[in-house]
């Protein structure tokens, strides 16, 4: 079951970034006999900095992001889709995290509590940003506006999931260690899904 989960989870991720190099191909035109000049209005990093900087996290915006630069080029659906797979790629990294805490350290009942409610909201917004990754996959046709709102509501449903996890280490009698070591990890996450549903909210 396990090994299930995690084909699933790679077979996501690995859709995003297929989907994204297969518009990168159309737009290059990816045959030799039509290869033309491309006139590049705006380059990949360029088109990455400007977007990233209009977020409220640009510095992780354009870290996450700057690799894929040749591929996104100056499209929004792909800086869209790229951004959508890292933040759920972050978030089963992260999941599994916190699995592996609440099974190896000693915990006190309130910090197991807190961490099992963790888990469960988490595993939500996994669910939630796989969902969005299939939809982000076929955008074609006349369900576009459907499917963003779709889209939407998924992405901003996952936000709120890492929120609530957040929110369950807000208690000072917590150990310190381990609130910091889950808050430190959840907030990256929900700052990428925060970017994410920027750009998802940018395409029309």
Request: glycine fraction near 2%; aromatic fraction near 6%.
């Amino acid at each position: 079951m396990a090994s299930s989960a995690v084909s699933k989870q790679s077979y996501l991720h690995n859709l995003a970034i297929l989907t994204t190099l297969a518009l990168f191909c159309v737009s290059k035109t990816c045959l030799a006999e039509n290869s033309e000049p491309h006139h590049q209005v705006e380059s990949g990093d360029d088109f990455i900095k400007t977007s990233c900087g209009v977020t409220r996290y640009p510095e992780l915006c354009y870290k996450k992001l700057s690799a894929y630069a040749d591929a996104i080029e100056d499209n929004p659906t792909r800086l869209a889709n790229v951004t959508l797979s890292e933040t759920l790629k972050n978030t089963e990294s992260t999941l599994t995290m916190v699995q592996k805490l609440l099974e190896k350290r000693k915990l006190r009942p309130r910090e197991a509590g807190a961490i099992r409610d963790c888990v469960e909201t988490m595993n939500d917004s996994v669910d939630e940003l796989q969902k969005s990754m299939l939809a982000m996959s076929d955008l074609e046709g006349p369900d576009f506006d459907m499917e963003m709102i779709n889209i939407r509501t998924w992405v901003s449903a996952a936000l709120t999931d890492e929120d609530t996890c957040m929110d369950g280490f807000e208690e000072n009698s917590m150990d310190a260690k381990v609130k910091d070591t889950i808050r430190s990890y959840i907030v990256t996450v929900a700052q990428l899904t925060s970017i994410t549903l920027a750009f998802i909210n940018n395409l029309h």
